[in-house]
């Protein structure tokens, strides 16, 4: 009767789960790719790297003709007095209008305009890794707002089954109180033990609404049916394979690396700073009388030259200065190496103590699975009492808690190990997105293109494109 209870019982199990609609379950990748398309912080920062790229355009418009305008509209007025008429007093008045068209041309500065262009352009180098760190730092978020939620889920349903086992265990305790086996004792041990089992099921219910909120904030919508983490990824087999790789790769130390070449470029601007410059000027004038049919029109052209002589002692401390910053931008990229070698070394011995714990946990739970069967068994002869049994399913229930722990833990390192050789990007996960490109704005923009020009009209789409428009 019991065995076609049970085939009954699975018969409409199967059936329930035919029926019901199956929910596509999320993985780990969708929720990166989740956080990757709709991080603002991502879109913060690609936003200042395109500031950056607007840079070069800046820099390199020194290099070509700088053409201006202007104009004016003058009244003159007087009175003049004339000694050969006899003290006669005239008042004279005249209105004039001038325009002038001007341009200029550096011919020759030293090299302080290129300089200035390539400064620009390592600044743009270092923006991309910075924005490549920020792409690291997403996405591992994204890891950690996944994980935390499968541990709350997870811990949620270890409560529930907790509450349900001491339920159990309190309505033995009290059919054994009603036959005399056991005291009023046991039932009241039972009684506050799901009291507090149902105080940490609604503790443990809290943190899972947390920990949706957390999911909802980094990915961007609210976490369905999550998978369980089967593999993860694949990481160097050593620490100082790791460290070694770090320091090559590592988005921070790229990134400081090019402040170091741009301070490089700072002393060579300050020095060229103090040598002459020669300039093309050209201006054409045209000016009308108003008052008369007086016309002019006139123009110049020539060659400027100039450089300083003495600025008291300006220019030398530019050049000092310069130096003494590119000699902090090496110190500070000795600094990122050092802390970017700790950072792998951690996150190794993180992992290693996350995958110590989950093996220790392993048996904690298969030792405290055995002796929580085996007491229960014995009370069931009397040969234990109702504590013995609570207290052995205390014992299965932080194992099983603590092994949870351990899995989720083992996951956060691995992925943090990731993201400390500098690996942890949309390229190297083979995320499905719309990778955004550095590269197709600065291409559009370096050249200071004109808006009528085809490449101003490729800048408004991308820009369009961008919804910046």
């Not at 050092?338 to 993180?350: I, R």
Request: hydrophobic share 45%.
């Amino acid at each position: 009767m019991a065995k076609r209870m049970k085939l009954a019982a699975v018969a409409v199990a199967l059936g329930l789960a035919v029926a019901a609609p199956m929910a596509k379950a999320e993985t780990l990748a969708d929720a990166m790719i989740g956080a990757y398309n709709t991080s603002g912080l991502l879109e913060q920062n690609r936003a200042v790297l395109r500031a950056a790229d607007e840079d070069v355009a800046q820099a390199m418009s020194a290099l070509r003709p700088v053409i201006s305008w202007s104009a004016d509209a003058t009244r003159q007025f007087g009175t003049t007095r004339s000694a050969s008429t006899s003290n006669t007093i005239v008042d004279t008045v005249s209105n004039t209008i001038s325009a002038s068209l001007i341009a200029e041309l550096t011919v020759f500065d030293n090299g302080q305009n290129k300089l200035s262009i390539d400064t620009a352009k390592e600044a743009v180098l270092g923006t991309r890794q910075q924005l490549v760190s920020i792409e690291q730092q997403v996405l591992l978020s994204a890891v950690e707002a996944y994980l935390e939620v499968r541990r709350a889920i997870e811990n949620v349903a270890l409560r529930e089954n907790n509450v349900r086992l001491i339920t159990q265990e309190l309505r033995a305790a009290q059919e054994r109180f009603e036959v005399g086996e056991v005291t009023r004792t046991d039932t009241s041990l039972a009684e506050a033990r799901l009291a507090a089992s149902r105080s940490q099921l609604a503790a443990a219910e809290g943190a899972l609404t947390v920990a949706r909120e957390q999911y909802l904030a980094i990915v961007g919508r609210l976490p369905g049916r999550l998978n369980p983490l089967t593999n993860l990824p694949n990481l160097p087999g050593s620490v100082d394979a790791a460290k070694a790789m770090a320091v090559r790769s590592h988005p921070q130390v790229k990134s400081v690396q090019h402040q170091v070449a741009a301070a490089e470029l700072n002393i060579l601007r300050a020095e060229a700073a103090m040598k002459p410059t020669v300039r093309l000027a050209g201006r054409l004038t045209v000016t009308e009388g108003l008052d008369s049919e007086r016309f002019t029109r006139g123009g110049s052209i020539g060659i400027e030259a100039g450089g300083p002589i003495y600025q008291g002692g300006r220019l030398t401390s530019l050049v000092r200065q310069a130096m003494a910053n590119r000699d902090s931008a090496r110190g500070q990229l000795h600094q990122v190496i050092d802390q970017v070698s700790q950072n792998v070394g951690n996150a190794y011995a993180q992992l290693r103590i996350a995958r110590a714990s989950l093996e220790s946990t392993d048996r904690q739970v298969r030792a405290a699975t055995v002796a929580f069967r085996g007491v229960r068994e014995e009370a069931a002869l009397g040969a234990r009492t109702t504590l013995d049994v609570l207290n052995a399913e205390q014992e299965l229930l932080n194992a099983r808690s603590a092994r949870i722990s351990a899995q989720v833990d083992e996951g956060i390192a691995a992925y943090r190990v990731l993201s400390t050789i500098g690996q942890l990007t949309a390229t190297d996960l083979r995320l499905n997105v719309q990778q955004y490109d550095p590269v197709s704005y600065y291409n559009l923009v370096k050249d200071g293109p004109i808006p009528k020009s085809k490449q101003g009209q490729q800048l408004d789409r991308v820009l369009k494109s961008l919804g910046k428009n």
